[in-house]
């Protein structure tokens, strides 16, 4: 059981490194958010790359964001059958639901995002406007990025369920603690 609480821990502190790169990606925004209303309403200037990147640092929030929620239980799923439930029959949920949904998906969005990520590298797409960003590749490239740490994330949920069925863990002791991350 030691090495599933290892692999757990490792997990967990992967999705944790998503959700702050996400947090870092957050406070950028509001900073670039920002910049643009002072520029634009302060002294007439508009930039669209500035612009861009807004919806670019959004991305990675979202994007990044996806596998710290799901780690630490802030997800979305239909609580009608699951909240209060046993211990047994949420770790089972979890473990179904990371293998046999969250897992595949991940793996699909993965595989089918590196290419959508090359064929937009190998064409050197970038924006339409002109000063706007190049490089459309990079925001593309992190759908495949993020969805791998989904699957990450994924592992490291049906860890924890397999180590609450085990009676070494417990979704309760993790209430108002940041989640199992």
Same mark, same amino acid.
């Given at each position: 059981m ?12 992967? &999705? ?6 996400a ?10 958010v ?12 508009v930039?669209? /790359?500035? @612009? ?19 780690r ?11 909240? /209060? ?27 089918? $995002?590196?290419?959508?990520m090359?064929?937009?590298y @190998?064409? $050197?797409? /970038? ?18 990025? &993020? ?11 049906a ?9 070494d863990?417990?979704?309760?002791? @993790?209430? $108002?603690?940041? /989640?199992?991350?």
């Amino acid at each position: 059981m030691r090495w599933l609480i290892a692999v757990d821990n490792g997990l967990g502190a992967l &999705s944790k490194a998503c959700g702050w790169v996400a947090s870092v990606a957050f406070t950028l925004m509001v900073l670039n958010v920002f910049y643009d209303v002072l520029a634009r309403y302060a002294f007439n200037e508009v930039s669209i /790359g500035m @612009q861009e990147m807004e919806w670019h640092l959004y991305a990675v929030v979202f994007l990044m964001g996806i596998p710290y929620a799901m780690r630490t239980d802030g997800h979305v799923r239909v609580d009608v059958f699951y909240a /209060g439930r046993s211990e047994t029959f949420k770790a089972w949920v979890n473990l179904i639901g990371a293998l046999f949904f969250a897992l595949p998906i991940a793996g699909l969005i993965t595989w089918m $995002g590196w290419d959508y990520m090359l064929e937009s590298y @190998q064409m $050197g797409e /970038g924006s339409g406007d002109p000063g706007g960003l190049p490089y459309r590749f990079i925001i593309k490239g992190l759908i495949s990025f &993020s969805t791998f740490f989904l699957a990450v994330a994924s592992l490291g949920m049906a860890t924890f369920a397999l180590r609450v069925l085990g009676k070494d863990a417990s979704y309760e002791d @993790q209430v $108002g603690a940041g /989640g199992l991350a």
